[in-house]
């Protein structure tokens, strides 16, 4: 799969490459990222590169870095992982690295890019995410979006030793 750039009107997605891994490294591993996603180990690089050269080669993430349109400063990453050919599914991340571009809306701008392109291009029929019960503007915004909570598939989980409400959400192709 042949993944392009993709413009919107405040942010643009173009594919990520090798060589945004270290920048990759240092936004995933940063504190004010990893206190939103459940797996919270450091990001190594052999882990990242790891991803590239089979999950990524093998079509089952694709993995955008988010952009600028304004001044092509780089903020974040958005992918979309868990990739199931057969069932016609995947699973949307995403974060922002830059802590100056927390709470600008960003997020919002991604999803109205990359939701199409997850039916159209990779052959999604339904994306779904899980995030903290706790991170309630991610909650806003994949609701505006129009992902649908799932409740029957909430998890609790342990996560840094407290018990920790998991949200299950499904966008299901139109």
């Known amino acids: 799969m042949t993944t392009q750039r993709l413009e ?3 942010v643009y997605l173009r594919p990520m490459t090798i060589e945004d891994t270290d920048r ?3 936004w995933r591993n940063s504190p004010h990222v990893v206190e ?3 797996f919270r180990e450091p990001v190594t690089r052999e882990m990242h590169l790891k991803r590239i050269r ?3 080669a093998e079509g089952r993430v694709v993995q955008f870095i988010i952009g600028l349109t304004a001044d ?3 903020i974040g990453s958005q992918y979309f992982h868990h990739i199931d050919a ?3 599914s995947g699973e949307f991340g995403i974060f922002i690295g830059e802590e100056s571009a927390l709470g600008c809306g960003y997020g919002k701008d991604v999803l109205e890019l990359c939701l199409p392109y997850a039916y159209d291009v990779i052959g999604l029929n339904c994306i ?3 995030v903290l019960a706790e991170n309630t503007a991610a909650l ?3 609701e505006k979006a129009g992902f649908v909570h799932k409740p029957e598939k909430d998890l609790e989980l342990d996560i840094d030793g407290e018990k920790r409400k998991v949200l299950y959400m499904e966008h299901v192709r139109a």
């Open 8 to 10: 919107g009107g405040r």
């Open 24 to 26: 990759i490294l240092r």
């Open 36 to 38: 939103k996603f459940l």
């Open 54 to 56: 089979e999950d990524i």
């Open 72 to 74: 092509g400063s780089e």
């Open 86 to 88: 057969a069932e016609k």
């Open 128 to 130: 779904y995410l899980r």
């Open 140 to 142: 806003k915004t994949y």
